[in-house]
C-alpha cells in the first residue's frame, strides 16, 4: 500500500489534533497573544538559540550591534484612577461653575445639590493652579503625600459631563488611546488592576482595543515583581554573564543576517530584538528594581513617601505605590488603577470623605514621586457618574460639617486631568481649567459641548490632551481618524506642550 492509498482511506491522517475541551483551538484561527499563551511563538526562540550558541566564532564575537537601547517610555507617564461607584469630582472636590469657568458661581440650590457645606462655595484653594475647593477631600489626601515643590509644578482641567451612574459600561476609559499615541514601557505597554479587556471597571470604545496590548493584571507590589522572568540563565550564572551571551546571539544574529537576502527592516527588527532581551537582563536581573519596598523614595526610605504600614495594611495604598513606582520610572506605559467603595450615597457624608481622601493620597503619592524622580506624569481620574445631596448636613468629625449624598446623580459628573511638569507648572491654552460648564441648579449642560454627553468623546478628550501635553497634537487626526472633534481641536485642548 502505497502513501496515496493511505490517504484515501485515512484523509484525516495529517489534519491537526484538536483537543476535544473546546479550551483549545486550531493554530490557524488562533491570534498572536494566544499562540504565546500556548507557548508555541516562545518555542521558536527557544529551538534557535542552542543553534546559534553552537556557531559562536572569533569574528562573531567581534562584531558589534548598531541598535539603539529601548527608551523606558518615550511619552509621558500616564496613571489612570477609576473610581467605582459614581465618586463625587465637581464641587465638593473640584471647583465648578457656569460658562465663564470654575468661579462663575451658581445659585445657593445648585451648590447645595453639589455637595457644599453651607456658604463655602467661595473657600477655595489653587495651590496645583486649578482650583479646588479649600477643604476638598482630595485636595487633602494629595497634600499628605505631595511636598510644596511639587504642587507649584502641577496645572489640571476639569470636564463636565455627564455619565450613566454605577456601571462598568460607561465607555471612558482612554488607556488604549494612550498607547496607540505612544506610551510604551519596558515591561509593558499597559497595565490594570482589573483582570478586564479595559484593566479597569470602565469600558474602553470597541474601536480603542488592541488584543496584544491588553494591560496586564498588576493589583499590588508582588504582581509588579512577577511580571518578568529573566529564566535560569541570570539566575545562575548572573546578570553580567547571561547579558554578554545575548550580545553574542546579537553578533551573529547580525553576521548571518548579511548573507540573508530580506527586506532591510526585517534585519533590523531581528538584530535589535536581541538587544532588547540583553537590556532586559541587564535592568531587571536584579530583583530590587522592581521592589516596591525597598524604594527609599516609596517606602524603605526616612523621608518615604509611605510606610510599610500603609502598603500592608491599605489595599488602595499598596496599589498607588505600585502604580507610581511601575509607571513613573518607565516600566509599564500607562496604567489603570480601579478603586471600588465609591457608591457613597449612605446618608452620610463621613464616608465619601474618608474614601476620597484615600483618592487624593494616590494622586498626591504620584505627584510627589514624579517630582522626586524628575519625570512628568499625567494623572487623569474618573467615574462612573456621581452623587447629589439635598443639604441635610453631617456634623460627625468625617463628615465635616458637609451635606450628606443621598443618591446617584450622572448629571453631577466630571473627569479630572492633573499634570506635574517638572519644568515649571504647564501652561494652558486659552480655554482654560474648565471644559463645558454647569447649569445654575447644579447639573452639566449636556449640550455645550462634543464631550459633555458622551463617555466615548471624554475618552478622546483625555487622549487629545494627552498628545498636546507630549508636542505630537499633529498626529491626532491620524492616529484617530474616527475622532469626533474634526478641525474644531482648540476648543477642547487645554494644555500647552511640557516635552
Same mark, same amino acid.
Given at each position: ?54 556557531s559562536l566564532s572569533k569574528e562573531v564575537l567581534a562584531q558589534q550591534m548598531n541598535c539603539s537601547s529601548k527608551s523606558l ?39 447645595? %445639590? ?45 470636564? +463636565? ?110 538584530? +535589535? ?68 467603595? %465609591? ?94 460648564? %454647569? ?61
Amino acid at each position: 500500500m502505497d502513501i496515496k492509498d493511505i490517504k484515501k482511506l485515512f484523509p484525516w491522517a495529517n489534519d491537526p489534533l484538536l483537543h476535544n475541551d473546546g479550551k483549545h483551538k486550531n493554530p490557524k484561527h488562533m491570534t498572536r497573544r494566544e499562540l504565546i499563551s500556548q507557548g508555541f511563538l516562545n518555542g521558536v526562540g527557544m529551538m534557535m538559540i542552542p543553534s546559534l550558541l553552537g556557531s559562536l566564532s572569533k569574528e562573531v564575537l567581534a562584531q558589534q550591534m548598531n541598535c539603539s537601547s529601548k527608551s523606558l517610555n518615550p511619552k509621558i507617564p500616564f496613571i489612570g484612577l477609576d473610581l467605582a461607584g459614581g465618586a463625587n469630582i465637581a464641587g465638593g472636590n473640584v471647583m465648578v461653575g457656569g460658562p465663564n469657568g470654575q468661579m462663575d458661581a451658581l445659585s445657593p440650590e445648585g451648590y447645595t %445639590y453639589l455637595g457644599f457645606a453651607p456658604n463655602t462655595s467661595t473657600n477655595t484653594n489653587n495651590e496645583l493652579g486649578i482650583i479646588f475647593h479649600g477643604d476638598s477631600a482630595f485636595l487633602r489626601g494629595i497634600k499628605s503625600k505631595a511636598s510644596a515643590a511639587a504642587l507649584a509644578r502641577v496645572n489640571g482641567a476639569i470636564a +463636565c459631563c455627564r455619565l450613566a451612574n454605577d456601571t462598568q459600561n460607561n465607555t471612558q476609559s482612554p488607556l488604549y488611546g494612550i498607547a496607540k499615541a505612544g506610551a510604551e514601557g519596558a515591561i509593558s505597554r499597559l497595565a490594570g488592576t482589573s483582570n478586564s479587556v479595559s484593566g479597569g471597571r470602565s469600558m474602553s470604545p470597541t474601536n480603542f482595543i488592541n488584543d496584544e496590548w491588553r494591560p496586564a493584571l498588576i493589583s499590588n507590589y508582588r504582581q509588579l515583581t512577577g511580571t518578568i522572568d529573566l529564566g535560569t540563565m541570570a539566575q545562575e550564572i548572573g546578570a553580567a554573564s547571561a547579558a554578554s551571551v545575548f550580545r553574542r546571539i546579537a553578533n551573529l544574529s547580525n553576521t548571518n543576517l548579511n548573507k540573508v537576502q530580506e527586506a532591510q527592516v526585517k534585519k533590523d527588527l531581528l538584530k +535589535c530584538g536581541y538587544k532588547g532581551a540583553t537590556d532586559t537582563i541587564v535592568a531587571f536581573s536584579d530583583p530590587a528594581a522592581l521592589d516596591v519596598m525597598s524604594d527609599n523614595d516609596l517606602v524603605a526610605g526616612n523621608n518615604a513617601i509611605f510606610n510599610v504600614g500603609d502598603i500592608s495594611g491599605n489595599r488602595k495604598f499598596n496599589q498607588a505605590a505600585t502604580y507610581a513606582k511601575a509607571i513613573v520610572n518607565g516600566y509599564v506605559g500607562a496604567g489603570v488603577m480601579t478603586f471600588g467603595g %465609591y457608591d457613597y450615597h449612605n446618608g452620610s457624608r463621613a464616608t465619601g470623605e474618608v474614601r476620597d481622601f484615600e483618592a487624593g493620597v494616590a494622586m498626591g503619592a504620584a505627584i510627589e514621586y514624579a517630582h522626586r524622580k524628575n519625570q512628568p506624569l499625567v494623572f487623569y481620574t474618573f467615574s462612573d457618574g456621581s452623587v447629589r445631596s439635598d443639604g441635610q448636613l453631617d456634623n460627625s468629625a468625617d463628615g465635616r460639617g458637609k451635606g450628606v449624598w443621598r443618591g446617584d446623580s450622572g448629571t453631577t459628573s466630571a473627569a479630572l486631568i492633573l499634570v506635574y511638569n517638572p519644568n515649571g507648572r504647564a501652561q494652558l491654552t486659552p480655554l482654560g481649567h474648565q471644559l463645558g460648564h %454647569y447649569m445654575m441648579n447644579g447639573r452639566v449642560d449636556s449640550a455645550a459641548n462634543l464631550v459633555a454627553n458622551s463617555a466615548t468623546n471624554l475618552a478622546y478628550w483625555v487622549i487629545l490632551n494627552y498628545m498636546a501635553l507630549n508636542n505630537n497634537l499633529g498626529q491626532f487626526g491620524t492616529l484617530f481618524p474616527e475622532q469626533p472633534f474634526g478641525t474644531d481641536l482648540d476648543s477642547y485642548v487645554h494644555f500647552q506642550p511640557i516635552v
